[in-house]
């Protein structure tokens, strides 16, 4: 199997982290790579705020608060140095498609005439891309839903209004300390022949 597959298969959501830090210039390759995704008209409209060390605590403490992790299942999630959160702009993606080259499309009138969201189908791509990135260099990463507190988190970080929030990666070094699988872990992986409809549905 190639290297790429390899990583592919190895990756998993880690909920589990060392406290070490991540080298700056190693997150910064990471999303080097993410860069290299593909983007609908080149618009690239997604941006990483990022915590890092004792600041990711301007993230948890409203996402998740301590008085809440009582009988947490992955304490060891609080211990990621670096939080990062993904966030997309659909108007970055208007603009782009109002442009000469795109414009007979009829996307660059307002979101609302876009049938998919590529600005979430972009900022997945990369997040996938970086989540992969991360795998090969030896990190763990969780991309999770900020299903509390986010209204509270974009005030935190002063997050414009206009950007969505896809959802957060905790990211850092395995601890090896993951007690309990993901919910959905034990769920049966789909195969090919269950997601190809050869020739129609
Ligand atoms: C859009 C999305 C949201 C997710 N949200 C959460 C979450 O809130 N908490 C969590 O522990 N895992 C979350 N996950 C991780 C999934 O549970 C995980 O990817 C799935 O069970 C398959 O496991 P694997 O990625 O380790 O192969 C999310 C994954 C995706 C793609």
């Not at 208007?94 to 009138?109: C, F, H, N, P, Q």
């Not at 307002?110 to 049938?115: C, D, I, L, R, T």
């Not at 900020?146 to 929030?165: M, N, T, W, Y």
């Amino acid at each position: 199997m190639s290297e790429f597959g390899v990583v592919v298969r190895r990756r998993r959501m880690c909920r589990s982290f060392r406290s070490d830090p991540v080298d700056r210039e190693v997150l910064d390759g990471l999303v080097d790579l993410a860069s290299r995704s593909p983007s609908a008209g080149k618009a690239q409209g997604w941006h990483l705020v990022v915590l890092e060390g004792p600041d990711t605590d301007r993230f948890w403490r409203h996402a998740f608060p301590p008085e809440r992790r009582t009988g947490f299942r992955w304490p060891g999630l609080f211990a990621a140095p670096v939080i990062a959160l993904a966030l997309v702009d659909p108007q970055a993606y208007v603009e782009r498609y109002g442009e000469a080259d795109k414009i007979t499309t009829g996307l660059g009138t307002g979101a609302e005439a876009w049938p998919t969201p590529y600005w979430t189908v972009d900022g997945s791509m990369a997040v996938m891309t970086l989540l992969h990135a991360a795998e090969d260099h030896g990190l763990g990463a969780l991309f999770f839903a900020v299903f509390r507190g986010a209204e509270e988190v974009r005030r935190e970080l002063s997050i414009p209004g206009h950007l969505q929030l896809l959802g957060a990666i905790a990211l850092g070094w395995p601890d090896g300390g993951e007690a309990a699988a993901g919910r959905s872990a034990s769920r049966v992986r789909r195969d090919a022949a269950a997601i190809i409809h050869r020739g129609g549905w």
